[in-house]
């Protein structure tokens, strides 16, 4: 069965310092992912989104960067954290190709940054 | 670019009541997805609607698509302190994506 990987589960961060979230999926081949944003009591936002190894679509001009070195690893980062970037981030994948394919989430980041 | 409304945003209720959170759209969708997140948790698939006019039901929860593929709504009848959570819909950006636009969510909570 397939499974979905986010670490780490809380993370509190300086402003300026640096960001790197993992995600990885087990037990499916190319994978699309994605990573959301949800901001206290709001709804998800779209981040990135990629469909293979180097290919990422991003969503919304912002402070952040993702990257897919590998089939099942999704990486997001940023060089210098904002407050703003405070939120809960969720990585998530769906099957490759398929039309509204249901979305699979990690357990999320809760990230604070202060 | 392509928004999908939610309706409302927070609903209190004694348990036991009904419950009907809506979705609506200023286009027509392909299709629709239902979401769950309980508190402090991520969210987890409910259903897919693609049909025009389809109606779906999950033991106390019922999901339409409207004939228009424009709008849906998700009912849950006599609810129970297990339906606390916030409930999202959840539409494609564009067609033969798996880009899903979401919702703000309705935020249920369920009074003993």
């Known amino acids: 069965s397939q499974t979905i990987h986010q670490w780490p589960a809380t993370l509190v961060q300086p402003v300026g310092s640096p960001l790197s979230l993992e995600c990885t999926v087990e037990?499916?081949?190319?994978?699309?992912l994605y990573w959301y944003r949800q901001a206290a009591g709001r709804g998800l936002q779209l981040l990135f989104y990629?469909?293979?190894?180097?290919?990422i679509s991003s969503e919304v001009p912002q402070n952040l960067s993702a990257s897919r070195p590998q089939d099942r690893q999704f990486i997001l980062s940023s060089k210098k954290l904002l407050l703003s970037d405070s939120g809960f981030y969720l990585c998530?994948?769906?099957?490759?190709?398929?039309?509204?394919?249901?979305?699979?989430f990690g357990s999320g980041t809760q990230l604070s940054v202060l | 670019g392509q928004q999908v409304m939610q309706i409302p945003q927070y609903q209190h209720v004694q348990e036991g009541e009904d419950f009907t959170t809506y979705c609506n759209s200023s286009?027509?969708?392909?299709?629709i997805q239902w979401y769950k997140q309980r508190p402090g948790g991520h969210p987890v698939f409910l259903i897919q609607?693609?049909?025009?006019?389809e109606v779906k039901k999950q033991k106390r929860l019922t999901f339409q698509f409207g004939e228009a593929k424009k709008n849906s709504s998700l009912h849950i009848t006599a609810t129970q302190t297990t339906d606390v959570g916030t409930y999202f819909c959840?539409?494609?950006?564009?067609?033969?994506?798996?880009?899903?636009?979401f919702g703000q969510g309705t935020t249920l909570q369920v009074k003993p």
């Open positions: 998530a994948w769906s099957r490759l190709g398929a039309m509204g394919e249901k979305l699979f």
């Open positions: 037990g499916t081949s190319n994978p699309n």
């Open positions: 990629s469909v293979g190894i180097g290919q």
């Open positions: 286009t027509t969708l392909s299709n």
């Open positions: 609607l693609v049909k025009s006019g």
């Open positions: 959840a539409a494609p950006k564009t067609r033969n994506t798996g880009k899903l636009i």
